[in-house]
Nanobody, 123 residues
Framework: QVQLVESGGGLVQAGDSLRLSCAASGRTVFAMGWFRQAPGTEREFVACSSYRGGSTYYADSVKGRFTISGDNAQNMMYLQMNNLKPEDTAVYYC??????????????????WGQGTQVTVSS
């Protein structure tokens, strides 16, 4: 069964860094993305990249602090999060899209989602 396995979440202090990882299957990925959901809010876009990094997008709230990357050979994707803030506290989800076309910052672009990993940033 195809699935995404996330890891790397945890409890950190403001200003710290974390790297989230997401292990995908061997199928060709045309888009990869990270989204997050804080309690009582809707899931929101964080960062994404189209096939082989052709286009990369970031939410304004994380621009300059977060970096999305992927390792095609290892079928891995990452989200490096630096200078974390309490407002970054949320469950983070990785997602992959198996078809080309469309902007990678929309949730509808994706065919498979991870189970989510909690990131908590204390002040």
């Amino acid at each position: 069964q195809v699935q995404l396995v996330e890891s790397g979440g945890g409890l950190v202090q403001a200003g710290d860094s974390l790297r989230l990882s997401c292990a995908a299957s061997g199928r060709t990925v045309f888009a990869m993305g990270w989204f997050r959901q804080a309690p009582g809010t809707e899931r929101e876009f964080v960062a994404c990249s189209s096939y082989r990094g052709g286009s990369t997008y970031y939410a304004d709230s994380v621009k300059g602090r977060f970096t999305i990357s992927g390792d095609n050979a290892q079928n891995m994707m990452y989200l490096q999060m630096n200078n974390l803030k309490p407002e970054d506290t949320a469950v983070y989800y990785c997602a992959v899209g198996y078809y080309s076309g469309g902007y990678c910052y929309t949730a509808a672009r994706y065919n498979l989602w991870g189970q989510g990993t909690q990131v908590t940033v204390s002040s």
